[in-house]
């Protein structure tokens, strides 16, 4: 049946924004729902699909489902990792429709479309969604700098893999509409796996002060990577970064003396 015509997913005149987008579905277990999210991104003017991890084979089912969207099922990508599947974007979206101490962040789609549809003037966005049993988990979560959900009926929330891709890809394509209001250019990010490299080695450097507890560190982390996620890091602050954490661990790990001597000497700190 259908039910709606199609659009052209620009914003602005800046084109080629839907093609910033790689939408990821990590361990789908259904063959129909990777066929049925070819089709959804399709409808929506998409056509990144990758598979993270083992996935559903089942050739068969996945063409029916996918209609006259098989070339986006064709071109869909594997990877072995999520890890792997992000490398070359720079913001990495995870999806969820539960709660918990490391999901309370998520925001709706609908309130985060415009902001996503600008930051991919300048930058590759992965849109992630987890196994249709339980999602994204806290490990995979990790990995995201920002979390959207899809509002729902508080008796059931849950929407199947390929429903929430399609409501996704459509808030996107709405916000991506001349006439959207999304107008401000954006500064590019650098890349998701090298921030989460920088990040496992500011975990490690505010452990060996004190400041984190070896044995759960991830509370706090999970914070840090919210701020770092809305306000997104550049090249430049990355080594920023990068250097903040290393001398952290080398003060911590005995640099404190060198540090004491050169400031009694009266010598430059570096």
């Known amino acids: 049946m259908t ?39 399709k409808n929506m003017g998409f056509k990144d699909l990758r598979l993270a991890g083992p996935a559903a084979s089942n050739p068969r089912m996945a063409r029916a489902m996918a209609v006259h969207a098989r070339d986006v099922l064709d071109g869909a990508r594997r990877f072995g990792t999520l890890s792997d599947a992000i490398a070359d974007c720079s913001v990495a979206v995870g999806t969820t429709c539960r709660s918990g101490p490391y999901r309370n962040d998520a925001r709706s789609i609908r309130s985060e479309a415009a902001t996503l549809v600008n930051l991919a003037a300048s930058n590759r966005i992965a849109v992630i969604f987890g196994t249709e049993d339980r999602g994204l988990t806290n490990r995979e979560l990790k990995l995201c700098q920002r979390l959207v959900t899809i509002p729902g009926a508080a008796a059931y929330r849950s929407l199947n893999v390929a429903q929430a891709v399609m409501v996704t890809a459509y808030e996107l394509m709405l916000a991506a509409e001349p006439g959207s209001g999304v107008a401000r250019a954006s500064a590019g990010f650098a890349p998701a796996r090298e921030v989460d490299a920088m990040l496992e080695r500011m975990g490690e450097a505010l452990v060996s002060i004190g400041y984190l507890p070896a044995d759960n560190p991830d509370h706090i982390m999970f914070a840090l ?26 003060v911590a790990e005995g640099g404190s003396a060198t540090l004491d001597a050169k400031r009694r000497a009266g010598e430059k700190l570096r």
Do not use: C, T, Y
């Open 3 to 41: 039910v709606s015509r199609a659009r052209n997913p620009k914003h602005n005149g800046r084109v080629g924004v839907a093609e910033k987008f790689s939408f990821v579905l990590v361990r789908p277990r259904s063959a129909g729902n990777i066929g049925a999210a070819a089709r959804a991104l």
């Open 225 to 250: 990577r919210a701020i770092l996620g809305r306000s997104g890091v550049s090249a430049r602050e990355l080594d920023i970064l990068n250097g903040i954490a290393r001398q952290m661990r080398w």
